[in-house]
């Protein structure tokens, strides 16, 4: 798909709000004078995901400050190697704008660049910022910042999120049913990252979820998701009569009994564009579960044949 650069007006305002079109009396009215101000880059070195968007690389000025620090930045590829290939500007990610300002109330700023999402499967791509002018204050340190963009592709567990079209047979309308679901899953670093997926948006509530659990085997370069029965869905809804205020959690029904142990097994296509779910014996049944922890066999709803689209 060819990316095409973000265009901006010339007066655009920057981040913050700190910018705007000026003359040349207007900066020399507004600059910093203080000899004890230094700029640099928050960090050294950063890892942003392929798939962030936009991404917000932090300038800051540190020392004594009474008006408005400028930079320009450049942007070029680090070497390719073993471990990483060359990231390229407007290639493999946007910059907004390479002149920056920095306001002295905040005295931080941000480059921006919109990373590029493909559907290539590579090593960490990675290029380099560095300040190369500055206009009231002196360079510090971290002149420099080497980004890496972290790809998402290989890392299946991150290819899984994002939307989906879920069709399901419902199974007291006797029909074929379908709702725009998210997959979802946990931040690199936290608990349940590679392990554990919600699917939000079943039944066509948005606050209803599936839990989906991940499973990979490196090895054998194998893998597939479960939906565990017994996992929560829904709370909070009210039914009613014998039931009243309920929580929800998905059952497995097969021939006539609740399956409470194991879970409705699914596997991903090698593009990575459907969910099949290939047990067509085993329903998926939303229980209700009442406020003083009773478990019901009352349904809120009960599909099979399940099925995951891009």
Same mark, same amino acid.
């Given at each position: 798909?060819?990316?095409?650069?973000?265009?901006?007006?010339?007066?655009?305002?920057?981040?913050?709000?700190?910018?705007?079109?000026?003359?040349?009396?207007?900066?020399?009215?507004?600059?910093?004078?203080?000899?004890?101000?230094?700029v640099?880059?928050?960090?050294?070195?950063?890892?942003?995901?392929?798939?962030?968007?936009?991404?917000?690389?932090?300038?800051?000025?540190?020392?004594?400050?009474?008006?408005?620090?400028?930079?320009?930045?450049?942007?070029?590829?680090?070497?390719?190697?073993?471990?990483?290939?060359?990231?390229?500007?407007?290639?493999?990610?946007?910059?907004?704008?390479?002149?920056?300002?920095?306001?002295?109330?905040?005295?931080?700023?941000?480059?921006?660049?919109?990373?590029?999402?493909?559907?290539?499967?590579?090593?960490?791509?990675?290029?380099?910022?560095?300040?190369?002018?500055?206009?009231?204050?002196?360079?510090?340190?971290?002149?420099?910042c080497?980004?890496?963009?972290?790809?998402?592709?290989s890392a299946?567990?991150?290819?899984?999120?994002?939307?989906?079209?879920?069709?399901?047979?419902?199974?007291?309308? =006797? *029909?074929?049913?379908e709702?725009?679901v #998210?997959? $979802?899953? &946990?931040? /690199?670093g936290?608990e349940? %990252?590679? =392990? *554990?997926?919600y699917?939000?948006?079943? #039944?066509? $509530?948005? &606050?209803? /979820?599936?839990?989906?659990? %991940?499973?990979?085997?490196?090895?054998?370069?194998?893998?597939?998701?479960?939906?565990?029965?017994?996992?929560?869905?829904?709370?909070?809804?009210?039914?009613?009569?014998?039931?009243g205020?309920?929580?929800?959690?998905i059952?497995g029904?097969?021939?006539?009994?609740?399956?409470?142990?194991?879970?409705?097994?699914?596997?991903?296509?090698?593009?990575?564009?459907?969910?099949?779910?290939?047990?067509?014996?085993?329903?998926?049944?939303?229980?209700?579960?009442?406020?003083?922890?009773?478990?019901?066999?009352?349904s809120?709803?009960?599909?099979?044949?399940?099925?995951?689209?891009?």
């Amino acid at each position: 798909m060819k990316i095409n650069k973000l265009a901006y007006a010339l007066c655009a305002v920057l981040t913050l709000g700190l910018a705007s079109c000026s003359n040349e009396n207007e900066w020399d009215e507004d600059a910093n004078t203080s000899s004890a101000t230094t700029v640099e880059f928050a960090d050294a070195q950063l890892t942003i995901k392929e798939n962030k968007g936009i991404a917000k690389i932090p300038v800051v000025c540190t020392g004594e400050q009474n008006g408005r620090v400028s930079i320009t930045v450049k942007c070029e590829p680090i070497a390719a190697s073993a471990d990483n290939e060359s990231a390229i500007e407007d290639t493999h990610y946007i910059v907004t704008s390479k002149t920056i300002n920095i306001g002295s109330e905040t005295q931080e700023a941000f480059v921006e660049i919109n990373t590029v999402d493909d559907a290539d499967i590579n090593t960490n791509r990675m290029f380099k910022i560095t300040i190369t002018e500055v206009n009231g204050a002196k360079l510090g340190t971290n002149a420099s910042c080497v980004v890496t963009l972290k790809d998402n592709d290989s890392a299946f567990y991150e290819k899984l999120q994002g939307k989906w079209k879920m069709t399901v047979y419902d199974y007291f309308d =006797k *029909v074929d049913v379908e709702w725009d679901v #998210n997959i $979802v899953g &946990y931040d /690199e670093g936290e608990e349940g %990252y590679n =392990k *554990v997926l919600y699917i939000i948006g079943i #039944n066509g $509530v948005n &606050y209803a /979820e599936a839990q989906l659990n %991940y499973y990979y085997d490196l090895t054998t370069k194998t893998g597939y998701v479960e939906i565990p029965f017994g996992s929560f869905c829904a709370e909070n809804l009210n039914f009613g009569g014998d039931y009243g205020v309920c929580s929800i959690y998905i059952y497995g029904v097969s021939g006539g009994y609740v399956v409470q142990d194991g879970g409705l097994v699914g596997n991903w296509s090698d593009d990575f564009n459907a969910i099949t779910f290939p047990d067509k014996d085993t329903r998926l049944h939303g229980l209700l579960r009442k406020a003083d922890g009773t478990q019901t066999t009352a349904s809120w709803f009960g599909f099979s044949d399940v099925r995951l689209e891009r």
